[in-house]
């Protein structure tokens, strides 16, 4: 229940369940059980989705060690921790650890789990994010459009996984100037959540925020603040006040205002 209201961007639900079920698998299987560690990794999930970067960190590492003692480092329960706990560190700003972690998850994907394997492009996807982050754009561009084939082909084309992948195909391209094709792939991947999520779940906010700066660089301000406005509005009624989410969504909207000259709005928002 709890990683399905995680999915439909329920967050403290989410939370609250999952660390219901953790404490009742930590006595009914043990500490070190598959069942409990699975639990504390989605506890991790749940956090990092707040925001609450240094507490899923710490669920994350837990994960890390328990799966690898219980089931060895190559298990796919041990991988997806590693990758999770990868995540959390870039989240934290601590990139090049976060590269080391999600190169070795990666890596253990491709050998154990076979490029076919889903885990493997989510790995890939990731990964990238992080190289992204460190400049790194060409490389990333090219390990992207391998999680996109891997991902479309395992799934199909709507497939959330798939669509993320598009999404983040499209902030390397716009990372490197190329803001037509940039919308383009927002624009995919927005259709996407559209069919198959609702218009308030978290992912397909954050395509629509990044199209918003997309068409923002583009000279379309009207359309960029109006999306951004949207993002804002649904940010506000389901964040708490401080999420790192909330916060560049309301940046968002204070761009489009200065870029249309409305300095005085914009200052409003920024205070």
């Not at 329920?10 to 999952?18: F, K, P, T, V």
């Not at 660089?217 to 009207?222: E, I, T, V």
């Amino acid at each position: 229940m709890s990683i399905y209201a995680w999915r439909k961007g329920d967050l403290n639900e989410a939370e609250d369940m999952a660390i219901k079920a953790l404490k009742m698998r930590e006595p009914l299987f043990g500490k070190e059980s598959s069942e409990t560690l699975n639990s504390i990794n989605l506890l991790g999930l749940v956090l990092d989705g707040q925001g609450k970067y240094d507490e899923a960190f710490n669920m994350y590492r837990q994960a890390v060690a328990g799966f690898k003692k219980l089931l060895g480092t190559d298990h796919h329960s041990s991988l997806v921790s590693l990758n999770n706990l990868g995540l959390v560190l870039r989240n934290r700003g601590e990139y090049e650890e976060a590269e080391t972690m999600l190169r070795k998850a990666l890596a253990g994907s491709g050998k154990v789990l076979g490029l076919d394997h889903p885990t493997t492009p989510m790995c890939i996807g990731n990964l990238v994010t992080v190289l992204t982050l460190r400049g790194k754009h060409m490389e990333g561009e090219i390990l992207y459009r391998e999680a996109l084939s891997g991902f479309a082909n395992a799934f199909g084309d709507d497939h959330p996984s798939t669509l993320t992948s598009v999404h983040m195909l499209a902030m390397v391209v716009k990372l490197q100037g190329r803001f037509e094709e940039a919308e383009m792939l927002y624009r995919r991947a927005l259709a996407g959540y559209e069919k198959m999520t609702g218009i308030d779940h978290l992912d397909m906010l954050m395509t629509t925020s990044e199209l918003g700066s997309v068409l923002g660089y583009q000279g379309k301000c009207q359309e960029s603040e109006l999306m951004n406005r949207e993002v804002l509005a649904s940010y506000e009624q389901r964040l708490r006040a401080n999420h790192p989410l909330k916060l560049v969504a309301n940046n968002n909207v204070a761009s489009t205002l200065l870029w249309q000259g409305k300095y005085r709005e914009a200052e409003g928002l920024l205070q």
